[in-house]
């Protein structure tokens, strides 16, 4: 049984560069370049003492071990992207040896060029959407019906009513919330070539402030860049006085844009 297999990060042209001799996820092994026809895959050794099927099992439930794999990963797709189109591939693709790599980029050509050509001068960048719960209510309760009534009614009836109220001020808030994330979407997808949702990330497991109104990845042409910072900016200050923050991020990999992901 071989002792090393190869970690792959991205696939891009032969032609482009690709950054070699980065540090791996294995901090023993370099990255390096394989190629096969028109098309280069990076990849770095790895010992599959630690990264074979059985190993991978036990350290992907092994949450500071997957932290520091997974930002290495990033780290290394991160600096390829600075010089060419890269077509990035999951954590945790692993082939027994480069020839077993130049196979894939052979019987993968023709998506992974389609792929190369969609992405082919554009950036992905998320953009996540915060807002205080707090301040939501406030403004709900500013158009909330019942506060003059509720004042008037008897203590047994003004109780009621009041209940109603906050039940009105919680249902008002939460279109608010949806509202404002169909405005901010709309407004970046209007200068974005793609757009994708995803699901609102777990607070403890990203350590956001405020709920996460949304969470999406937009697929940007590089010129445009500066116009979606502007759009960003010009929201968020739209948006203060319930709270509202845009966390935006890019350049990323383009993982939510691969016309057709590579097995």
């Given at each position: 049984?071989?002792?090393?297999g ?15 001799r980065l ?8 990255t390096?370049r ?22 991978l ?61 969609a ?12 807002a205080?719960?707090?301040a939501?209510?406030?403004a709900a ?45 709309a ?20 350590g ?21 910072r ?8 739209a ?14 990999p ?10």
């Amino acid at each position: 049984m071989a002792e090393r297999g190869l970690w792959a990060y991205g696939v891009a042209r032969a032609r482009d560069p690709l950054p070699e001799r980065l540090p791996g996820v294995d901090p023993e092994h370099s990255t390096v370049r394989v190629e096969a026809g028109a098309l280069a895959a990076l990849v770095s050794g790895v010992a599959l003492a630690e990264y074979d099927a059985e190993s991978l099992r036990r350290n992907l439930n092994d949450f500071p071990w997957l932290e520091r794999v997974a930002r290495a990963h990033e780290a290394v797709l991160e600096q390829a992207l600075a010089g060419a189109t890269l077509v990035p591939l999951r954590l945790c693709t692993i082939f027994e040896d480069e020839e077993a790599v130049r196979a894939m980029l052979r019987a993968r050509a023709a998506d992974l060029i389609a792929a190369l050509d969609a992405l082919a001068g554009r950036e992905e960048w998320t953009v996540k959407l915060l807002a205080d719960r707090a301040a939501l209510e406030r403004a709900a309760r500013a158009v909330a019906p019942g506060a003059e009534v509720a004042a008037a009614a008897g203590s047994g009836a003004a109780y009621m009513l009041g209940r109603r109220r906050d039940r009105e001020v919680r249902e008002q808030a939460g279109q608010l919330a949806t509202r404002l994330a169909e405005d901010v979407h709309a407004r970046l997808r209007t200068g974005a070539v793609d757009a994708v949702i995803g699901r609102p990330q777990n607070r403890d497991l990203s350590g956001h402030e405020g709920e996460m109104l949304l969470n999406a990845a937009y697929l940007v042409d590089r010129e445009a860049v500066g116009r979606l910072r502007e759009r960003v900016a010009e929201l968020e200050a739209a948006h203060r006085a319930v709270g509202a923050r845009l966390e935006l991020r890019g350049p990323l990999p383009p993982y939510n844009f691969i016309p057709e992901a590579p097995a």
